[in-house]
């Protein structure tokens, strides 16, 4: 199942596409992500860049969210906060992400993003949740 979700994500999103993101496990409201960091990820210190991290946090909760949802719900980042800990001069990173508090329009969720147990930033996310949209009822 894991192996099929990283296949789904990827060719629903072109960006998960280009980061290469690997879906490591998948719980209800909780899931581990991996990403191999690439040479064009990295700033000029030759660390990981922050907003490679971040978008790491933002897909890892957002997975988690979309995990609980009913067939006709999405979601969408509402707001997210993080905090970079530790530069990361590394060659994979492993964001652990799970749901903190769920209500039926709000979800609060967290992310962690490490790399061989070492704490590299923590994020904390606000999800808005809400019906899919009938495309079919659009003229």
């Given amino acids: 199942m894991v192996l099929e979700y990283t296949d789904i994500l990827r060719e629903r999103s072109p ?5 290469g993101l690997d879906v490591l ?4 409201g909780t899931c581990q992500l991996s990403l191999k960091i690439k040479d064009n990820f990295r700033n000029s210190h030759k660390t990981v860049h922050g907003g490679v991290i971040y978008s790491l946090a933002d ?10 949802l009913k ?13 970079y800990l530790k530069p990361a001069q590394v060659t994979t990173l492993v964001c652990d992400a ?11 969720l967290e992310a962690e993003i ?4 070492i704490l590299v930033a923590k994020a904390l996310g606000t999800f808005s949740i809400f ?6 009822a659009s003229c």
């Fill in 15 to 19: 960006f998960i596409k280009l980061l």
């Fill in 98 to 108: 799970k749901i903190i508090q769920k209500g039926k329009k709000i979800a609060v």
């Fill in 131 to 136: 019906k899919t949209k009938d495309e079919s």
């Fill in 59 to 68: 897909i890892g909760m957002g997975v988690a969210v979309y995990s609980t």
């Fill in 114 to 117: 490490k790399y061989d147990d």
């Fill in 71 to 83: 067939k006709d719900q999405e979601a969408a980042t509402i707001e997210i906060k993080i905090n």
């Fill in 25 to 28: 496990k998948l719980e209800s």
